[in-house]
């Protein structure tokens, strides 16, 4: 027996709720990983830009660097100031935590999806009990098979988690380097 | 790196992910699986689920019709045989030589052989002191029927080829297989997939693919198929063979 016998023969016995619960749960894992390596390496890079500008200004300079959001953000408005600049690091923060709602959202969730599908996978099988004169061998693999639905709910859940954690402490480190520009620049 | 090539590069890489582990997974409980039963069904195994077999239904009512005959000399109350329902294995079972031992034969000169086979193998104590004497042809006739419980109640058995019947080895497989199993009543209307290994030696060996609901019908299958681990079957010609085989006992 193959692997996409082993997967067709699970599908064939699984009920179309389980099924729906594992296409949401993969569906999850695609946009959780996707939003978590996009976000990552954008955040990575600018990260890197506002170390280079950071410590341009550290070193001297009267300005932040071209790639700065704060340089950015104050060539938009044409203007300097304090509120400015807390203007232009709270627009910083919320660009740096796009996709953390959704990485939250299927961190909590997506075990409760997948408890979902166990229960109903459960139910069908205990309703097969009733029916049948079936064994407890009988039994025992249909309930083995619906947990299948809550260790991918779990699975997805640890890795959103995982992910969110991460990107959040990544969109600190970003909005603590624009704060200390902001705080040099309105020193000098 | 343009955000957007990166925004889609990202995705591409988190589908791969996905798929990655899908396959993983997939793997991993294929691999589950095989440890639990090694098997491996070729295209030329060949499919056994009887329904009717008329030529060996034959030898089961002759051997019945053997054993009621062979039953009635004895005529001692103390070694009538209980009713067993269920699987015997078969060692434990019930000694030939305490069952005929209070046969009478009139000749002399049988008495003499029982006489020197008894000096050979030590009968059990509850016989000290008294004249055991077997009949020869009593014990021919039932090692040649090779039953060994006769007060099994017995449930119609049934192994079928669907496919390689005219193979000439094939049928003498399952001429082995059919003999020996005689699965109880208690069993009946049961039946299981198990995969036959004979070696090129004619060791013979097996793996059960699938077991019954019944628990009496898996283990007097399994402890037929021990049984039948002991016994030599004929050497195949491409030297291993794997045959699939359901058991079934009829109702």
């Known amino acids: 027996m193959n692997t996409i016998d082993v997967f067709l023969d699970y599908l064939s016995r699984s009920s ?119 064994s407890i061998g009988v039994i025992a693999p249909a309930i083995g098979e619906a947990l299948v639905a809550t260790a991918a709910g779990i699975f997805v859940a640890i890795f959103a988690y995982s992910y969110h954690l991460f990107l959040k402490r990544k969109g600190f480190e970003l909005i603590s380097y624009i704060q200390m520009q902001s705080d040099l620049l309105l020193s000098k | 790196m343009d955000n957007k090539k990166l925004f889609l590069i990202s995705g591409a890489v988190s589908i791969a992910i996905y798929i990655a582990v899908f396959l993983a997974v997939l793997l991993y409980f294929l691999k589950t699986q095989e440890t639990l039963k090694k098997f491996t069904i070729k295209q030329k195994s060949v499919e056994v689920s009887l329904v009717e077999a008329p030529k060996f239904k034959k030898i089961i009512e002759q051997k019945k019709d053997k054993i009621k005959k062979s039953e009635k000399p004895v005529k001692n109350k103390k070694q009538k045989v209980k009713k067993r329902v269920g699987s015997k294995s078969p060692k434990d079972e019930v000694d030939i030589a305490k069952l005929f031992s209070t046969i009478k034969t009139p000749k002399k000169s049988k008495k003499k052989i029982v006489k020197s086979t008894k000096k050979s193998s030590t009968p059990p104590s509850r016989f000290k002191g008294q004249n055991i004497r077997r009949t020869e042809s ?114």
């Open chain 2, 138 to 251: 009593a014990q021919e006739i039932l090692k040649k029927m090779n039953i060994k419980d006769v007060s099994r109640v017995l449930a119609k058995s049934n192994i079928e080829a669907v496919n390689g019947e005219d193979d000439p080895y094939l049928s003498k497989i399952y001429e082995i297989l059919y003999k020996y199993w005689l699965p109880s009543q208690e069993s009946a209307g049961n039946r299981a997939k198990v995969m036959i290994k004979i070696d090129f030696n004619g060791n013979f060996d097996y793996n059960i693919i699938f077991f019954s609901s019944s628990e009496t019908f898996n283990k007097e299958l399994v402890e037929y198929l021990e049984y039948l681990k002991t016994k030599k079957f004929p050497q195949p010609k491409e030297g291993k063979k794997e045959i699939t085989v359901f058991f079934e006992a009829k109702e």
């Open chain 1, 16 to 134: 179309s709720i389980t099924i729906a619960v594992l296409v949401l749960l993969s569906l999850y894992f695609i946009i959780i990983n996707w939003v978590f390596i996009y976000r990552y390496f954008s955040l990575k890079k600018w990260i890197k830009h506002e170390d280079i500008s950071l410590k341009s200004l550290m070193m001297g300079a009267k300005k932040p660097s071209p790639d700065s959001v704060l340089s950015k953000c104050f060539k938009e408005i044409g203007k300097e100031g304090k509120e400015l600049a807390d203007f232009c690091k709270f627009a910083a923060t919320k660009e740096a935590t796009k996709g953390l709602t959704f990485l939250s959202v299927a961190a909590s969730t997506s075990p409760f999806i997948g408890l979902f599908g166990t229960v109903i996978s459960i139910l069908e099988a205990f309703s097969m009990l009733g029916t049948s004169k079936a």
